[in-house]
């Protein structure tokens, strides 16, 4: 079943990359460079699944801002979380946001869209 | 590494793009167009392509101004190609005006440098922060007034067009949200509201001398009694030009519907015989050149129901916009290849009476 998806990547080339996979697998995908248009597409579309990466500058990890975001407007959209950064802390700080799935980069295609297509049908 | 999308936007000319929504002067002898608002699309093919989805990340970015400016720039490129008589109105944040003492210079050399008087241009002033500059803001409205720009006052109303934005703006058009417009024949409350905004504009023209009126999304009521509508298809450059050579008038009736009919027949077998498009064809009425309408039966579903709207419609760039606050939710629940937005709410106009006095 398709669902509606936001991919949150700095890395355009990953994102792309994801976003074609999925989009073959049916489902309708956004994408999103930074915090801000992230934010301005979460306000307006429903999304079943956001995949964010945590660091979406080199500056600051924007992708916890956007999980804060997604709880704070009390969305039931499930979030996973796709990060080339293995800390402890981070991922304990995302998992208290209810993060739903975790996957190290660069992550396998077609097990991100298994669990794409798990979490989103759960949610429906 | 990809550009951001702001970059993009400020950088790449064809980034943005341009639809003119033509604004009808509502008479009993016929609808003409009195103008058309310039409206601005983001990049083609993404969630951005969205007016309020794109204007929401502006704002995030604090981009207000920046983005403005290259939003007026576009439109007036494609204003260069409609007729010269033809009215345009431009959506400027209050804050672009409040915080830029040089805006009038951008706005004066632009023009200038299109040949564009800037007596044709109206300003409808947005804003969505509750804070701005207010001494800024009036020095730059009473710069563009004393240029012969008109102001007027958009989604009155709503969020931050409130009593304090009236009394700082001092519209000369009041741009009555459609929240309070739609159903408006059926509801009483909805009636006091507008009639309350009508009185207030009467009341701030009296000293004013002209032009002040109350301006809706989809009706603009003037005090003398002439009202007008927008909210009606947005249309691209060149169709825009078409319609307003032609004289084109909004078909809000049955038999307004037939003629749009017959015209779009009378297009399509020219365009067919002549092998020309039908939008460059000659005598194009608006109604008849949306592809997606095939019979008068859809073509009076338009004008005074429900249209169907088709991806090849939209993708033709004859995309059918109903700037109401209601219509994104409808929108995002369209299904497959068709969309189906209820246009009845604009025909509810006729229904819409003020005493006089």
């Known amino acids: 079943m398709p669902h509606r998806i936001l991919i949150i990547d700095d890395d355009d080339q990953l994102a792309t990359a994801y976003k074609e996979y999925l989009c073959a697998q049916g489902h309708q995908v956004d994408c999103a460079q930074e915090l801000e248009e992230a934010q301005a597409l979460l306000t307006h579309f429903s999304y079943a699944v956001v995949i964010t990466d945590l660091r979406l500058s080199k500056l600051d990890f924007g992708g916890l801002n956007v999980i804060r975001y997604i709880r704070e407007l009390a969305l039931k959209t499930r979030i996973i979380v796709f990060t080339g950064y293995g800390w402890p802390e981070l991922q304990a700080e995302a998992s208290a946001h209810g993060v739903d799935a975790f996957f190290r980069k660069p992550a396998q295609l077609a097990a991100l869209a298994q669990t794409v297509s798990e979490l989103a049908g759960v949610q429906a | 590494m990809k550009p951001s999308l702001l970059q993009t936007l400020l ?24 103008g058309m608002e310039g409206l601005i699309r983001g990049p083609a093919g993404t969630s951005f392509e969205r007016a309020d989805v794109l204007f929401d990340y502006v704002r995030r970015k604090h981009a207000e101004t920046a983005v403005d400016r290259s939003c007026i720039v576009a439109i007036c490129r494609a204003v260069a190609d409609l007729p010269p008589n033809t009215r345009i109105n431009l959506n400027v944040h209050a804050s672009t005006l409040g915080e830029n003492p040089d805006f009038v210079d951008f706005f004066r050399r632009q023009m200038h440098s299109l040949s564009l008087p800037l007596e044709r241009f109206t300003l409808e002033i ?13 020095c730059n409205l009473r710069a563009l007034r004393d240029l012969g720009v008109r102001i007027a006052l958009d989604d009155v109303g709503l969020g931050t067009s ?17 929240y309070f417009v739609e159903g408006i024949s059926r509801d009483a409350d909805r009636r006091a509201v507008v009639r309350s905004v009508l009185c207030l504009a009467k009341e701030m023209n009296a000293g004013g001398g002209g032009g002040s009126s109350l301006a809706g ?17 947005s249309l691209s450059t060149a169709v825009a030009a078409g ?23 009378a297009v399509r077998a020219y365009a067919t015989k002549t092998g020309r498009n039908p939008p460059e064809a000659a005598g194009v009425s608006v109604t008849g050149a949306i592809p997606g309408l095939r019979s008068l039966r859809e073509v009076r579903q338009l004008s005074l129901g429900t249209a169907l709207i088709t991806r090849r419609t939209y993708a033709e760039g004859f995309k059918l916009v109903i700037k ?22 604009l025909f509810d106009v006729p229904a819409l009476r003020f005493s006089k006095g």
């Open chain 2, 324 to 345: 109401r606050t209601s219509c994104h939710s409808q929108a995002s629940r369209s299904a497959g290849n068709v969309s189906t937005f209820h246009l009845k709410s």
């Open chain 2, 11 to 34: 950088e790449d000319q064809k980034a943005l793009s341009v639809r003119f929504q033509p604004i009808f002067r509502l008479s009993p002898y016929g609808n003409q167009v009195d």
């Open chain 2, 243 to 265: 319609a307003m050579r032609q004289g084109f008038s909004g078909s809000a009736s049955r038999r307004g519907a037939t003629r749009a009919w017959r015209q779009c027949r």
């Open chain 2, 162 to 178: 409130n009593y304090r934005m009236i009394l700082d703006c001092h519209p000369d058009y009041f741009k009555v949200d459609a």
């Open chain 2, 217 to 233: 999304r989809h009706i603009h009521v003037e005090p003398n009694g002439h009202r007008a509508l927008s909210g009606a298809p």
């Open chain 2, 126 to 138: 947005v804003e969505h922060a509750p804070n701005y500059n207010v001494p800024g803001l009036a």
